[in-house]
């Protein structure tokens, strides 16, 4: 038996949602690396059927750019800020 997430969480990768010290569900930008709630995310996009979020309109503008180069990126850490 896996991990459930609720259903806000679907399409987003089940390794890049973690819960905070709180027990907040939080996600990685993969743009830059941070740690946000995506309750209250910059931006949002979709890409290959996942949902990214992002702490800043200028994150979401580099990954909806060149969002091959941040999927690529995800499994490690960002670049950016």
Known sequence: MGLRFPKVYENIKS?????????ESMVKDVVCGMEIDPK???GKSEYK???????????????????????EQAQGHGNHH
């Open 49 to 71: 059927g996942q949902t990214y979020y992002f702490c800043s309109p200028g994150c979401k503008r580099s990954f909806d750019k060149e969002p091959e180069k941040y999927t």
């Open 15 to 23: 390794t890049s949602v973690f819960h905070n010290e709180r027990g």
């Open 40 to 42: 209250t995310a910059a």
